[in-house]
């Protein structure tokens, strides 16, 4: 391969990432009722999560702003 033809393909796989277009959400007009029923009874959407695990609501006593991800290597 030529340097032309490498520079040409990194140049090309940079510029893939830079697309502007979007998906549309998808809808579930055209859902058949197959469909339907088999995304009503999910298995995740059964599933029971431990009270450890679950989301709970904490105190923040920090200067980190919410969302911030701190990493305490000491403990």
Same mark, same amino acid.
Not at 19 to 39: F, G, I, S, V
Not at 58 to 65: G, L, M, S, T, Y
């Given at each position: 391969?030529?340097?032309?033809?490498?520079?040409?393909?990194?140049?090309?796989?940079? +510029?893939?990432?830079?697309?502007?277009?979007?998906?549309? /959400?998808?809808?579930?007009?055209?859902?058949?009722?197959?469909? %339907? @029923?088999?995304?009503?009874? +999910?298995?995740?959407?059964?599933?029971?999560?431990?009270? /450890?695990?679950?989301?709970?609501?904490?105190?923040f006593?920090? %200067? @980190?702003?919410?969302?911030?991800?701190?990493?305490?290597?000491?403990?």
């Amino acid at each position: 391969m030529t340097m032309r033809t490498i520079a040409f393909l990194m140049m090309s796989l940079m +510029l893939g990432g830079c697309m502007q277009e979007t998906l549309e /959400p998808a809808t579930q007009a055209n859902w058949k009722p197959r469909d %339907k @029923e088999l995304m009503s009874n +999910l298995p995740y959407a059964q599933a029971t999560i431990p009270d /450890p695990y679950r989301r709970h609501l904490v105190d923040f006593d920090r %200067k @980190e702003a919410p969302g911030s991800i701190v990493v305490d290597s000491d403990n």
